[in-house]
């Protein structure tokens, strides 16, 4: 008895989805999963948007989508043109009001970075909401494939994600199986951080053949000492920083020649902007770290044969 | 916790304990003493770069000489050895310094805990419970981005850049002591009483973290991205940042302030009595009580701006001694300061080594230790909250 009618209401809530989704395709609804496995739906491709996150951003002038946007997040300052976006909200706070008041047809939102709570208000605002936790490297080009559905631009999308594709392509048969080098990779220096494995900046650092020296700690940005980068003895240091002034914590270094990086002057300094985010603009820092780490090998190679 | 009980017959069992507690140093002083150079040795030889025993001992040589001499300009060893020579930097500029700070930071966090708890004649008063430690870091948040703007944001690594900083969470650190004085020992008609109520002292301390609190993220709105990531240091506390520069600005404050706050022992002995015992016995009470006010604040700031928040060390080590040795000033005062220093320097052992390679901040490991002594001591005194 119980067993029919559990029967009988699973069949009705399959006739009904089926017949939405049948409405849908009559009226070419949009419907994309979100990275937190969402069901984003739209009628209409969305022209309003609301932005929170500034790997959004880039990635939507990327595609062609930067005049739609609206409303955008603090830091949102790639490219030029982003800077002059109404601000709706920094770190974790939220002008909602505004956000409601700008009637965005989708808001684009960076989950960990806003938090789970935002996402759920903004959707209880009646508000549609795409909430984006990239990784990897390659969901970067499904980010890309996601907001080019959303705004309706497959063709500039088409391109966007391709380019994107075959750079990815590219920078992975030059360089991922090279020799690989030992990267000390750091975001600040009092205290001193790092990043661990999952961090897409350790995916870059694998994409460029080398190998974080602290990938395999458990936080994601744990502290660690001086002493520490000596024991690890990296043959790379990298430091990032956002302006010119941080390049002088460089000198810094320069006092442990105990540090094989150190000792053959390899600690570079690289602008963080480009690596961290996950925008299709990584793979110029890719690039970039790229060759500091093929700089690092022919140092290398140049010693062994003075050596000899 | 007899010192803080009015009982007439208690004063009587005090004043017999103080007359005995005159006598020498004691087997505790010698203790410590004793100890601190071996907990040095493991300040040394403990770190991620493994050193073992033997080459630590090997070393030891050329590292007093190093240490010792070299700032008088006298002996100069060098170390041959290319493998023990770079063990010899490591130990020299990186684990050398980092103790030293440590010791220097708790002794003087825990000297200055007991002789708050005898000014405010209240085993609860510790700096980081009363707000005068976050007081002290939003002082020294304010010259961090006034550094910033000045200097640089690396400029917080030069005598001037640092003295700033000291100053700036002197500025905090004293203001925070004298309102939270000033509230806790008036009393509702404004005649200021004979002892401090804990619920207002405990009530005023939270107001003061939440408004240092508040003033560290106002800053933050304002102060550029670099210079808040700086500001960070301060509210989590770590001794990794530790050079020669910081050990020598933090030994030349804080060492004064530790025999400054013993010269004071007879007088706290005398304020354990009450304020009007305590005149009666010849004890300028007024003075005494503004010097100890500014002393402590010195301490505890240079402290801050040196080696960020590190909480509960002025709760956790003179209690402790307090169950051995009693009350008495005398020796709670040099044996806190001693047991101090020794706590720290063992409690950042424990943060180099419990996530290594990673580094935990100092001041979790204090608060694991202290907050539930502080719990304990709440539960054991209920009268603390009937004041």
């Known amino acids: ?308 | 916790m007899v010192p803080f009980l009015n009982n007439l017959s208690l004063k009587k069992r005090l004043l017999q304990r103080y007359a005995n507690a005159n006598q020498g140093f004691g087997w505790l002083g010698w203790l410590l003493v004793l100890l601190t150079p071996f907990v040095f040795l493991l300040g040394l030889g403990i770190g991620p770069v493994a050193i073992d025993a033997q080459q630590l001992l090997y070393l030891l040589p050329s590292l007093l000489n190093d240490a010792l001499l070299s700032p008088l300009g006298l002996g100069n060893a060098a170390v041959h050895d290319p493998a023990l020579s770079s063990l010899h930097i490591i130990i020299m500029d990186i684990r050398l310094p980092r103790t030293l700070l440590a010791w220097l930071v708790g002794a003087g966090l825990a000297i200055s805990g007991a002789a708050m708890q005898g000014l405010f004649r209240n085993p609860l008063a510790d700096p980081s419970i009363i707000g005068v430690t976050s007081g002290a870091s939003l002082g020294a948040s304010i010259a961090v981005v006034v550094i910033a703007n000045r200097i640089g944001v690396g400029g917080a690594e030069q005598w001037g850049g640092l003295s700033i900083l000291v100053m700036g969470a002197f500025i905090g650190g004293l203001l925070a002591v004298l309102i939270v004085y000033r509230l806790s020992t008036a009393s509702s008609d404004g005649v200021t009483s004979n002892s401090t109520s804990v619920a207002t002292m405990l009530l005023v301390g939270i107001a003061i973290t939440a408004l240092a609190g508040a003033g560290n993220s106002l800053l933050a709105y304002i102060a550029d991205n670099n210079t808040m990531r700086s500001m960070s240091l301060w509210n989590m506390g770590g001794l990794d940042a530790a050079n020669v520069l910081r050990v020598k600005l933090a030994g030349s404050i804080i060492i004064p302030a530790i025999f400054l706050l013993m010269c004071f022992s007879r007088q706290l002995d005398a304020m354990l009595l009450g304020e009007s015992e305590a005149k009666h016995l010849g004890v300028d009470v007024q003075r005494v009580k503004w010097a100890l006010i500014v002393i402590v604040a010195i301490a505890v700031a240079s402290s801050v701006a040196l080696a960020g928040v590190i909480g509960f060390v002025g709760l956790v080590v003179p209690h402790m001694l307090r169950m051995v040795i009693g009350p008495s000033h005398r020796r709670l005062l040099p044996y806190s300061a001693l047991a101090g220093g020794l706590m720290l320097v063992m409690a950042d052992i424990v943060a180099r080594v419990i996530v290594s390679p990673a580094e935990m901040p100092v001041g979790v490991i204090t608060a694991i230790l202290g907050a539930p002594l502080f719990i304990f001591l709440l539960r054991q005194r209920r009268d603390y909250g009937m004041y």
């Open chain 1, 1 to 308: 008895m119980r067993f029919t009618i559990l029967l009988s209401r699973r069949f009705s809530v399959f006739v009904f989805l089926s017949s939405i989704v049948i409405a849908n395709d009559a009226l070419s609804e949009i419907s994309v999963v979100d990275d937190t496995g969402v069901f984003v739906v739209l009628s209409q491709p969305a022209k309003r948007l609301v932005v929170l996150g500034p790997n959004l951003i880039e990635s939507l002038y990327e595609i062609g989508a930067g005049d739609y946007i609206l409303g955008a997040s603090e830091y949102s300052d790639y490219p030029e043109a982003a800077k002059k976006i109404p601000r709706v909200g920094s770190h974790n706070t939220i002008n909602f009001e505004m956000i409601v008041s700008l009637a965005p047809d989708l808001v684009f939102i960076w989950h960990s970075g806003f938090g789970a709570e935002n996402v759920a208000k903004l959707r209880s605002l009646g508000i549609a909401v795409y909430a984006s936790e990239p990784q990897t490297l390659d969901d970067i080009e499904f980010l890309l494939n996601d907001l080019g559905q959303l705004t309706g631009l497959s063709e500039s999308t088409a391109i966007a994600a391709a380019q994107y594709r075959s750079e990815l392509n590219r920078l992975q048969n030059v360089y991922s199986q090279k020799k690989t080098v030992s990267v000390f990779y750091q975001v600040w220096h009092e205290p001193m951080q790092t990043l661990n494995g999952e961090h897409v900046v350790n995916a870059v650092i694998e994409l460029c053949g080398g190998q974080n020296v602290f990938a395999s700690l458990s936080e994601i940005a744990p502290r660690v000492s001086i002493e520490s980068v000596i024991a690890m003895n990296p043959d790379v240091i990298i430091s990032s920083g956002s302006d010119s002034r941080d390049a002088r914590e460089l000198d810094f270094w320069q006092r442990w020649s105990m540090i094989n990086a150190v000792h053959n002057e390899q600690v570079y300094f690289i602008k963080a902007d480009s690596l961290v985010r996950h925008a299709p603009r990584i793979l110029q820092g890719a690039q970039q770290l790229c060759e500091l780490l093929e700089r690092s090998r022919s140092a290398q190679k140049n010693k062994v044969q003075t050596n000899e």
